[in-house]
């Protein structure tokens, strides 16, 4: 099969890439020197010399707050630009795996998340999110929508280097109670991306490591298996953040897997097997 990956320097995108490798397929794996996503031109033109059969746009504006002071660079690097992946995709006949986030969500529901319940984004990230989420589905190319949340990987920025960080720092840590998701990561979340692609699946699915937890409960899990004492971290509400943050973050962002369920699909691990792996890797490192 051959595969070509969008954002593939980043997070996500470099854990695909390695995926598809190892599975033996032809991958053009394109970070954003090599295609900005945001250039009718150069997707259509990447496409059609790349030819591939399946292209997982991973490519996204991801600084959440950062979205709400400039929309317009928020809608054109996740919503526009996924109209001229999907038009290229029809040109070349190519299956769109298009990755997407729980922030598409308002977070108000007490129940996780299904696939069929309705978006009601509450900031400028996840809106610009949810229309990436219509260009894809409304492009009538039978593409896969697929919503990750919480994302860590061994590469690029996140909240377990975070913690590992904060926690070498200081001697206490304080994390929010009051927002509660699935922690996913990129090695486990990888090769279920490439399986929906090869079977060129349609829709929307959530794909997410099991366990639901707050950040502060996941933070002193972070404590725990790296080796130091979780009671440094303590519990604080989301309003007692400061400086306050500009975007709104869902309160809950757990994202039942139903789709994959349904359809017999294996669901990820808990998310303490791969956290406890990854932070094996990063204290070796």
Same mark, same amino acid.
């Given at each position: 099969?051959?595969?070509?990956?969008?954002?593939?320097?980043?997070?996500?995108?470099?854990?695909?890439?390695?995926?598809?490798?190892?599975?033996?397929?032809?991958?053009?794996?394109?970070?954003?020197?090599?295609?900005?996503?945001?250039?009718?031109?150069?997707?259509?033109?990447?496409?059609? =010399?790349?030819?591939?059969?399946?292209?997982?746009?991973?490519?996204?504006?991801?600084?959440?707050?950062?979205?709400?002071?400039?929309?317009?660079?928020?809608?054109?690097?996740?919503?526009?630009?996924?109209?001229?992946?999907?038009?290229?995709?029809?040109?070349?006949?190519?299956?769109?795996?298009?990755?997407?986030?729980?922030?598409?969500?308002?977070?108000?529901? $007490?129940?996780?998340?299904?696939?069929?319940?309705?978006?009601?984004? $509450?900031?400028?990230?996840?809106?610009?999110?949810?229309?990436?989420?219509?260009?894809?589905?409304?492009?009538?190319?039978?593409?896969?929508?697929? @919503?990750?949340?919480?994302?860590?990987?061994?590469?690029?920025?996140?909240?377990?280097?975070?913690?590992? @960080?904060?926690?070498?720092?200081?001697?206490?840590?304080?994390?929010?109670?009051?927002?509660?998701?699935?922690? =996913?990561? =990129?090695?486990?979340?990888?090769?279920?991306?490439?399986?929906?692609?090869?079977?060129?699946?349609?829709?929307?699915?959530?794909? =997410?490591?099991?366990?639901?937890?707050?950040?502060?409960?996941?933070?002193?899990?972070?404590?725990?298996?790296?080796?130091?004492?979780?009671?440094?971290?303590?519990?604080?509400?989301?309003?007692?953040?400061?400086?306050?943050?500009?975007?709104?973050?869902?309160?809950?962002?757990?994202?039942?897997?139903?789709?994959?369920?349904?359809?017999?699909?294996?669901?990820?691990?808990?998310?303490?097997?791969?956290?406890?792996?990854?932070?094996?890797?990063?204290?070796?490192?």
């Amino acid at each position: 099969m051959r595969v070509l990956v969008t954002g593939a320097t980043g997070q996500l995108g470099r854990d695909v890439v390695l995926a598809c490798q190892q599975a033996g397929d032809e991958v053009a794996a394109l970070g954003h020197d090599a295609l900005d996503v945001t250039e009718r031109d150069e997707v259509r033109s990447a496409l059609s =010399t790349v030819a591939p059969h399946v292209v997982i746009h991973t490519a996204a504006w991801t600084a959440v707050d950062a979205c709400e002071s400039d929309p317009d660079k928020a809608y054109r690097a996740n919503a526009l630009a996924v109209r001229w992946i999907a038009e290229a995709c029809r040109l070349v006949d190519a299956h769109l795996v298009h990755i997407s986030t729980d922030y598409v969500f308002s977070g108000a529901q $007490r129940e996780p998340y299904r696939e069929w319940d309705e978006p009601d984004p $509450r900031s400028v990230y996840g809106a610009s999110k949810r229309a990436g989420e219509i260009e894809a589905l409304e492009a009538g190319i039978g593409a896969c929508v697929v @919503r990750l949340s919480w994302v860590c990987g061994e590469h690029g920025a996140n909240m377990v280097k975070t913690i590992l @960080r904060l926690a070498a720092e200081h001697e206490q840590l304080s994390f929010v109670d009051d927002q509660r998701g699935n922690p =996913t990561f =990129t090695a486990d979340a990888a090769p279920m991306l490439r399986r929906i692609g090869l079977d060129r699946r349609s829709g929307i699915y959530h794909v =997410t490591n099991q366990g639901a937890v707050s950040w502060f409960e996941f933070a002193a899990k972070v404590m725990e298996l790296a080796g130091f004492d979780p009671a440094r971290v303590r519990p604080i509400a989301t309003a007692e953040l400061q400086p306050p943050r500009p975007a709104v973050r869902p309160a809950n962002s757990v994202l039942d897997n139903a789709v994959l369920r349904a359809s017999g699909m294996p669901l990820l691990d808990h998310f303490e097997v791969p956290l406890k792996r990854l932070i094996q890797g990063l204290l070796k490192a």
